[in-house]
């Protein structure tokens, strides 16, 4: 008697495009706000080496706005909505199921973009155990990489002697991934600038 196992290959998060409400950020300011009346651009989509483009553009529906996606031979239209916050207002996407979310996802060989949670997408880190020697090595790999891509990212790490809200996060993140030099050197170098003043 032979016995198969069979099991579905899980798509990553990392593996797929991610549409962001912040790529967007000035075309749903201007639509919400109506200062023109066309809205639109294109979105540059990369998976790897391959390259591609999508057009979109912001259409007024009455009570809300909406995205219009084109990938391909494909259209999608997104709804979009808004929560108001003590600094202004944030946009979000609507997904197909109902999902209020800042960010929607389109997986190599997929046609439309969306959430999380419809495509079973799960993150790198949750596919191994941490616990046996390998898993602790590769995660303490992809943390290390994570980390070099986050540092990049920030423009300036302090602002009047103390450290800035993303240079803070950065070194709490280095903590917990057990990279104590990261926040050595960044008390060193906040003591350094302390002694001049």
């Known amino acids: 008697m032979v016995l198969v196992y069979a099991y579905s290959m899980k798509?990553?998060?990392?593996s797929c495009f991610i549409l962001?409400?912040?790529i967007l950020k000035k075309d749903l300011r201007r639509a919400r706000e109506h200062k023109t009346?066309?809205?639109?651009g294109f979105i540059n989509i990369s998976f790897?080496?391959?390259q591609s483009v999508a057009d979109y553009c912001i259409e007024d529906g009455g009570e809300y706005n909406y995205l219009i996606i084109r990938y391909g031979a494909e259209e999608q239209k997104v709804k979009l909505a808004e929560s108001q916050l003590y600094f202004g207002i944030r946009s979000w996407f609507v997904c197909d199921c109902d999902r209020r979310?800042?960010?929607l996802y389109l997986p190599p060989k997929s046609k439309f973009f969306k959430c999380?949670?419809?495509y079973k997408l799960t993150y790198e880190l949750n596919t191994f155990n941490r616990r046996s020697k390998h898993g602790l090595v590769f995660y303490r790999t992809n943390r290390a990489i994570k980390m070099i891509n986050t540092r990049e990212k920030i423009r300036s790490t302090l602002y009047n002697g103390k450290p800035t809200n993303r240079f803070d996060r950065f070194l709490k993140l280095s903590g917990l991934a057990g990279f104590q030099n990261n926040i050595d050197d960044a008390k060193v170098?906040?003591?350094a600038i302390n002694s001049f003043n």
Do not use: F, P, W
């Open 20 to 22: 962001d409400t912040k």
């Open 116 to 118: 999380r949670h419809c």
């Open 11 to 14: 798509t990553l998060v990392e």
């Open 48 to 50: 790897g080496k391959m």
């Open 189 to 191: 170098l906040l003591s």
């Open 37 to 40: 009346n066309i809205i639109d």
């Open 101 to 103: 979310v800042a960010k």
